[in-house]
Nanobody, 115 residues
């Protein structure tokens, strides 16, 4: 499994950003996909997941601001982030898991939100 995340960067508070993650080596449509994030000095936390049937789940801190989506034809999962806050600054990691199997992680993409 290879997960290649991109689309992080520096953005001002209130602005949008849309990282994406391309998966290879898997039957993408079978996998639950997700995003986690890790801020400096903190643990890695769940941001959002999307099931093979496109059911979504969000951390309370991002509900109403972030939207996860997937394109099975492109083996890609997206995280549309709006109304960004400085506390959203973190490395964002792509995650993939076929139910019943071990999860896989991407390399992460840095999101920095300036105040």
């Amino acid at each position: 499994v290879q997960l290649q995340a991109s689309g992080g960067g520096l953005v001002q508070a209130g602005g949008p950003l849309r990282p994406s993650c391309v998966a290879s080596g898997i039957i993408f449509r079978r996998y639950v996909m997700g995003w986690y994030r890790q801020a400096p000095g903190k643990q890695r936390d769940l941001v959002a997941t999307i099931s093979s049937g496109s059911s979504t789940n969000y951390a309370d801190s991002v509900k109403g601001r972030f939207t996860i989506s997937r394109d099975n034809a492109k083996n890609t999962v997206y995280l549309q982030m709006n109304s960004l806050k400085p506390e959203d600054t973190a490395v964002y990691y792509c995650w993939a898991q076929q139910p019943g199997y071990r999860a896989s992680w991407g390399q992460g993409t840095l999101v920095t939100v300036s105040s």
